[in-house]
């Protein structure tokens, strides 16, 4: 039994320990991002161009202070009498103003990204998820070794590699600029095709264990977990799927309008990914991603349950995954232990034979880790349904719906 004043220790460590990730990571995310060099994610391109249909190559990069290189690059230019040439050759004015503006844009991308820190950052990636892989194999992931796992990317992935590149990046970015300039920039999509190539071979695993902003909301919220006790802080709610994927789907339509209409990405001014680039966070941004981390301590990883994009894409993707969260029904003595430990309403939908709206899975094998009987894996197959009648409320439960799952120790005791 914990005393008045155990609790109160609890809340003043559980407390301080946020303090101290918060001021870690944006502190040595500062100090990172200036070593790496800081450059901004896009470079800025005009928005408006000096255009004349008489106009010559080279006076158009004169009135429009385009160096040469870019000329070439934007009109294929191959010797320097070429410079003379009519824009009216490239088309109408609107053609000729799309065509500079996406090669500029593909431009500004490539000028923008660090090309020795990405391919190093994605042989960090598969060199940790194939090592979390194999923990996870040998069922090894518990509650000491998921914190540990999870400081461990934040730190990497976020801290040390910095906010770029992500998988919320690659689908927010691409949508960004293709709504702005009708551009597809390539490295870009083989590096979706591989976060989601993850999400298909084993569910949200890029989510879990490697994304930077993903790792760090879930630390925050494990850390307000004390033990299998109630959260140290107030209580941790799991919101319903409908409602927070609902919000998701909205805020993901907004995105793509503002792209598509404005060219205006509405992730930027709040983007999380942020805290390990500092510098770029704006008053509006630090006040938004403090209260995103403060709700994390209550509620399991809000951005990506509200707002991610690739928490949508992948949550679809992961409808089809390879590998994923299975409970066998044979060994299974319906004690509904893991849908009190999943910190989502997930492993109450699978039990609840839910199969259309199973939210979204995070691979973090907490029920696995609940389970008195071993009866959950983390497999290939399909999902096979309970028999009907295996679930029947338990005495703690009645009144209140399995999928929300117990919160307090009382909860998780067996009937
Ligand atoms: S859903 Fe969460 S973990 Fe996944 S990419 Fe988005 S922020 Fe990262
Ligand atoms: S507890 Fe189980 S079902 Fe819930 S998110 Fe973690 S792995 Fe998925």
Avoid at 51 to 70: D, Y
Avoid at 79 to 98: C, F, I, M, N, P
Avoid at 216 to 226: H, S
Wanted: hydrophobic share 45%; glycine share 8%; with cysteine.
């Amino acid at each position: 039994m914990v005393t008045q004043n155990g609790n109160k220790n609890l809340k003043i460590r559980t407390a301080a320990y946020f303090a101290i990730i918060i001021a870690l990571v944006v502190v040595l995310s500062a100090i990172s991002s200036r070593i790496w060099g800081g450059k901004p994610e896009q470079l800025p391109i005009p928005k408006k161009f000096i255009l004349e249909r008489e106009m010559t190559v080279g006076g158009f990069g004169q009135a429009n202070g385009l160096s040469g290189q870019a000329l070439k690059e934007i009109f294929g230019l191959k010797t320097r009498s070429d410079l003379e040439k009519k824009l009216s050759e490239y088309g109408t004015d609107d053609q000729v103003a799309s065509m500079v503006n996406k090669k500029l844009a593909l431009a500004s991308e490539h000028a923008s990204k660090n090309w020795v820190k990405i391919p190093l950052k994605f042989g960090l990636w598969f060199i940790f998820l194939l090592i979390v892989f194999i923990l996870q194999r040998k069922r090894k992931i518990v509650t000491g070794l998921r914190i540990g796992l999870l400081t461990a990317s934040v730190l990497i992935f976020g801290v040390v590699m910095g906010s770029d590149p992500s998988p919320m990046g690659t689908v927010k970015d691409a949508i960004h600029l293709y709504g702005k300039a009708r551009a597809v920039f390539p490295p870009r999509v083989i590096a979706l095709s591989i976060f989601l190539a993850i999400v298909l071979i084993a569910n949200k695993f890029i989510c879990a264990w490697g994304c930077q902003a993903g790792t760090l909301q879930d630390l925050i919220f494990r850390t307000n977990q004390a033990g299998r006790q109630k959260a140290a802080i107030g209580r941790q709610v799991k919101l319903p799927f409908a409602v927070t994927n609902s919000i998701r789907v909205a805020f993901f339509c907004a995105l793509t309008i503002a792209a598509f209409a404005w060219g205006f990405d509405i992730i930027d001014p709040i983007d999380p990914f942020k805290i390990f680039k500092p510098a770029q966070l704006g008053i509006i941004g630090a006040s938004f991603v403090g209260m995103l981390l403060l709700a994390s301590l209550f509620i399991y990883r809000p951005w990506c349950h509200l707002f991610c994009p690739f928490g949508l894409t992948g949550w679809l993707v992961e409808k089809i995954s390879l590998v994923r969260i299975k409970v066998d029904y044979e060994t299974c003595i319906a004690c509904q232990k893991c849908a009190a430990a999943c910190p989502s309403t997930v492993m109450g939908a699978i039990l609840k034979r839910d199969k259309k709206t199973i939210p979204d899975c995070f691979a973090c094998y907490a029920c696995r880790e609940a389970c008195p009987t071993n009866s959950i894996s983390f497999a290939a197959g399909k999902r096979t349904l309970p028999p009907a009648g295996h679930f029947k409320p338990l005495p703690s439960q009645e009144g209140r719906r399995a999928s929300e799952g117990p919160v307090s120790d009382g909860d998780r005791t067996l009937p």
